[in-house]
């Protein structure tokens, strides 16, 4: 099977999975993923069935919702390229980039010998890039009205250093949420394309941010400190 099919016959398993996935996390994450892994890559040396795969199947069982479940996308994902044939060296990579996607699993301070590779770094900055900008809060708010979060409240600060359990636990106010994670984004993008894409989202977030808090209370807004 060339690399073409294999990437057709991936996509086709991902939209039939995610068909009734929650907004944020639905096959049109994945395709802007996907696209814009391909633009980043376009400026380095790199796999590009991997980086093709690695974007496709990120998400493909988002262990937020299958109970925590945070070996079940790998499984999947191994599953499914292991019946096209794909080799074993390419699905290890895949996985590779699955299990250390996630901004949690960069939580971890004490992890021993992280995996790493510029394909992992490639897909890593696509996926934040969907984070963050319009796109980004349209998914946090979407994503804080599916579990009944709360808009907003002044008095739960933001908690500017959780650790992975911390986060995966998290039960905030979706605005805490962009200071937890999505304005923390820009600097930890990996390759100089991301850097320059996610600056004027990380700029667009700020003045929604602004916007939002002059709304919220016309004479006393408030901004965490």
Same mark, same amino acid.
């Given at each position: 099977? =060339?690399?073409?099919?294999i990437?057709?016959? =991936?996509?086709? #398993?991902?939209?039939?999975?995610?068909? !009734?996935?929650? /907004?944020?996390?639905?096959? #049109?994450?994945?395709?802007?993923?996907?696209?814009?892994?391909?633009?980043? +890559?376009?400026?380095?040396?790199?796999?590009?069935?991997?980086?093709?795969? /690695?974007?496709? %199947?990120?998400?493909?069982?988002? +262990? $937020?919702? !299958? &109970? /925590?479940?945070?070996?079940?996308?790998?499984?999947?994902?191994?599953?499914?390229?292991?019946?096209?044939?794909?080799?074993? @060296?390419?699905?290890?990579?895949?996985?590779?980039?699955?299990? &250390?996607?996630?901004?949690?699993?960069?939580?971890?301070?004490? $992890?021993?010998?992280?995996?790493?590779?510029? @394909?992992?770094?490639?897909?890593?900055?696509?996926?934040?890039?969907?984070?963050?900008?319009?796109? /980004?809060? +349209?998914?946090?708010?979407?994503?804080?009205?599916?579990?009944?979060?709360?808009?907003?409240?002044?008095?739960?600060a933001?908690?500017?250093?959780?650790?992975?359990?911390?986060?995966?636990?998290?039960?905030?106010?979706?605005?805490? !949420?962009?200071?937890?994670?999505?304005? %923390? *984004?820009?600097?930890?993008?990996?390759?100089e394309?991301?850097?320059?894409?996610? @600056?004027?989202?990380?700029?667009?977030?700020?003045?929604?941010?602004?916007?939002?808090?002059?709304?919220?209370?016309? *004479?006393?807004?408030?901004?965490?400190?």
């Open positions: 099977m =060339t690399d073409t099919a990437v057709e016959e =991936t996509i086709n #398993f991902v939209k039939d999975t995610l068909k !009734h996935a929650e /907004g944020g996390h639905d096959w #049109f994450h994945i395709q802007r993923v996907y696209n814009n892994s391909l633009l980043i +890559a376009k400026d380095e040396e790199v796999d590009t069935l991997v980086v093709s795969l /690695g974007a496709l %199947l990120h998400d493909i069982a988002d +262990a $937020k919702f !299958h &109970n /925590g479940d945070e070996k079940l996308g790998p499984k999947m994902a191994t599953d499914f390229l292991t019946s096209l044939n794909v080799s074993k @060296e390419t699905i290890d990579h895949v996985v590779k980039i699955i299990e &250390n996607i996630s901004f949690k699993n960069s939580l971890e301070k004490d $992890k021993e010998n992280p995996f790493s590779s510029i @394909e992992l770094k490639i897909v890593q900055d696509a996926d934040r890039l969907d984070a963050i900008g319009a796109i /980004g809060i +349209a998914r946090a708010f979407n994503y804080g009205g599916f579990k009944n979060r709360p808009l907003y409240n002044p008095e739960i933001p908690k500017l250093d959780l650790t992975k359990e911390e986060y995966k636990k998290s039960v905030a106010p979706t605005i805490n !949420h962009f200071y937890e994670k999505l304005l %923390l *984004l820009k600097e930890k993008m990996n390759t394309t991301g850097k320059k894409l996610a @600056e004027q989202r990380h700029q667009y977030m700020l003045d929604f941010l602004e916007q939002f808090y002059k709304e919220w209370d016309p *004479l006393t807004p408030h901004r965490p400190s």
